[in-house]
Antibody, heavy 117, light 105 residues
């Protein structure tokens, strides 16, 4: 079964850091772009970042540039999101998603990140 | 950065009716790069349409996508009870539109 499972979310103070992980299974991980997408409570979807199969290309939404870093370890079939200097606006469910034809066809269940002031 | 604007914000319809959802881009988007998703309350987004008009695996044919340039449309030919949800468009694996909620009238 194709599956993505996120972990690492939780409660963190404003200005703090958190590292999210996404474990992939059921498909050849290093054949796919991967991405993080977030959704603030009661709000719409926001693309955060994506990364090429070999990690050579990374893209970020402007609001997280310089604070978040996307990475992957193809030997562990895992995707990561290092989040620094967190603020209240970063409070959201963070989804890991698999790239497919310039969109995302498989999504994890998400992990909640809450930034408290 | 390309901004996607979806309209209407909310669509109130009855089961069996036709739903027409719009997604307008701030600049031209290749049809190859336009996708639509469905998200039901408390659930994970599901890919419906990619490449502006290709249905994803397992998506019923009552869902169809069309458009080019800056104007794209998602049509649900006859609404089923399970179709009442929020729908998002997305361009090139990046920015999403703000969503259209399809609710029961």
């Amino acid at each position: 079964e194709v599956q993505l499972v996120e972990s690492g979310g939780g409660l963190v103070q404003s200005g703090g850091s958190l590292r999210l992980s996404c474990a992939a299974s059921g498909f050849t991980f290093d054949n796919y772009w991967m991405a993080w997408v977030r959704q603030a409570p009661g709000k719409g979807l926001e693309w955060v970042a994506n990364i090429k199969q070999d990690g050579s290309q990374k893209n970020y939404v402007d609001s997280v540039k310089g604070r978040f870093t996307i990475s992957r370890d193809n030997t562990k079939n895992s995707l990561y999101l290092q989040m620094n200097s967190l603020g209240a606006d970063d409070t959201a469910v963070y989804y890991c998603a698999r790239g497919f034809n310039h969109c995302y066809d498989i999504w994890g269940q998400g992990t909640m990140v809450t930034v408290s002031s | 950065e390309i901004v996607l604007t979806q309209s209407p914000g909310t669509l109130s319809l009855s089961p069996g009716e036709r739903a027409t959802l719009s997604c307008r881009a701030s600049q031209s988007v290749s049809s190859t790069y336009l996708a639509w998703y469905q998200q039901k309350a408390g659930q994970v987004p599901r890919l419906l349409i990619y490449g502006a008009s290709s249905r994803a695996t397992g998506i019923p044919d009552r869902f169809s996508g069309s458009g080019s340039g800056t104007d794209f449309t998602l049509t649900i030919s006859r609404l089923e009870p399970e179709d009442f949800a929020v729908y998002y468009c997305q361009q090139n694996g990046g920015s999403f539109g703000g969503g259209t909620k399809v609710e029961i009238k």
